[in-house]
């Protein structure tokens, strides 16, 4: 059964209509991916699944803070079942406006501020989980291992990171250096990969052992690029 919820995660669209988003995307000047990513959120097997983990197996009473985290849709996904202690940051404030409008929509509140994700001045203290999916690996020049190090001492000693990353075995596929929409094109007009990192599970297990972790669950998603979801817990615990 565990198997099967992972590989086909149900029940995580959430119930706002398309209409209302691409009016108040509109309204508020946020980039059109946003809408997309909340309007055909199911699909989105890499950001479902650790979504889906949090919610099997943390209490709802577990404080969770996702930088990065857009326009609030995984933390409002949250929310919907039964998590109250839920908080993010993102960079761009078009975003978190779009966010504060589907927070009223859905009836639920959010902590979000303004932050640079990578770079924070505002950490969250004592978190039983930091979640971040689909976003550190398409900025250049950031890393897993950066991440860790920036958001561990957020963590309480039995908080959890959630996540996911681009499999190495896209590194195997051709014209993988460039961004996909681009493949078309003569390569001197391709953009470089919008995929700036791809990891091994060996390599995640390294930099979990680095910074004190250990994979509590992890799963391969089967999509183009290939994707996978992991939990990492203090080693130890």
Request: with cysteine.
């Amino acid at each position: 059964m565990e198997y099967l919820r992972d590989r086909w995660p149900l029940g995580h669209s959430l119930p706002v209509p398309l209409r209302f988003l691409k009016e108040t995307g509109s309204q508020c000047d946020s980039p059109p991916w946003h809408v997309e990513a909340v309007a055909h959120r199911t699909p989105r097997r890499h950001v479902c699944i650790p979504c889906g983990w949090i919610a099997r197996y943390l209490p709802q009473d577990t404080p969770v803070f996702e930088p990065g985290c857009g326009s609030g849709a995984n933390l409002l996904w949250l929310a919907l079942k039964g998590f109250t202690r839920l908080s993010g940051s993102d960079i761009d404030p078009r975003v978190l406006h779009f966010s504060e409008h589907l927070q009223k929509y859905l009836g639920h509140s959010l902590e979000t501020w303004q932050d640079n994700a990578l770079s924070p001045t505002r950490l969250p203290e004592n978190q039983g989980a930091i979640l971040s999916v689909n976003w550190l690996y398409h900025l250049p020049g950031t890393s897993l291992d950066a991440f860790m190090e920036t958001y561990r001492p957020c963590l309480k000693p039995g908080g959890v990171f959630v996540f996911d990353v681009i499999s190495n075995r896209y590194n195997s596929v051709t014209n993988n250096q460039y961004h996909t929409e681009d493949w078309r094109k003569p390569e001197s007009q391709r953009r470089p990969s919008e995929y700036t990192f791809r990891l091994s599970h060996e390599d995640v297990e390294c930099l979990a052992r680095k910074h004190g972790f250990r994979i509590l669950r992890r799963t391969l998603i089967h999509s183009r690029p290939q994707r996978c979801a992991y939990m990492l817990g203090r080693a130890g615990l």
